[in-house]
């Protein structure tokens, strides 16, 4: 693409070109129901999210356990960091990340309602996951997480909630489909051309 002086065009179009289609040949009718979709998704992980947080704040106490089935329990535990703890107490830096990452993924997309429908529903997973998270935090100050599965004795994956699952599978799911739709060979295609 030439540089035709403007760095927001140049920006734009290497992000147009990294997810593998022009925006002006998608119909509006498929870049509405890419979006309800989108909305769909993040507003069902939202709702789920809040409901079994209700849940688990309502019927156990802080620390409690509840054996549900083999390895798995249901354990009240306040989080107040990011995933496996880390950055305790630093509720106001996660805060501005968590609304940052959100206002990053809108933006993202907006260059991705054209590509896969997979695509989409892995956004609406991250984002929803996102916003159930980032309401914890802003009422609450932590995260409340409840999934507790003991692999092998007494050790045991750190706790999670339904916000952090929908988040890490919209990951491998947006992965996979950008591997399925070959916007990654495109683009290392694309960068590796040779020049004349």
């Not at 009718?29 to 998704?41: A, G, M, P, T």
């Not at 896969?116 to 802003?138: C, H, K, Q, Y």
Request: aromatic fraction near 12%; proline fraction near 3%; charged fraction near 15%.
């Amino acid at each position: 693409m030439p540089d035709n002086g403007s760095p927001s065009k140049l920006v734009t179009g290497k992000i147009a070109s990294f997810v593998g289609e022009d925006k002006s040949r998608v119909s509006p009718d498929r870049q509405r129901r890419k979006l309800s979709l989108f909305l769909i998704v993040a507003a069902l992980v939202v709702a789920l999210d809040q409901l079994s947080k209700l849940w688990v704040r309502t019927y156990l106490e802080l620390g409690e356990s509840l054996p549900i089935i083999g390895r798995l329990s249901l354990t009240y535990v306040k989080n107040t960091g990011s995933a496996f703890g880390l950055l305790a107490n630093q509720t106001f830096l996660l805060i501005i990340v968590g609304i940052a990452s959100l206002l990053i993924i809108l933006l993202f997309l907006r260059y991705l309602s054209q590509v896969t429908t997979l695509s989409m529903v892995s956004i609406g997973l991250i984002w929803g996951g996102a916003v159930g998270n980032l309401i914890d935090r802003l009422r609450f100050g932590y995260v409340i997480d409840f999934i507790d599965f003991r692999l092998w004795g007494s050790f045991h994956w750190p706790a999670f909630n339904i916000a952090d699952a929908a988040i890490t599978v919209g990951v491998f799911v947006l992965i996979y489909s950008f591997c399925k739709s070959g916007v990654f060979r495109k683009e290392y295609e694309r960068n590796h051309r040779p020049q004349n």
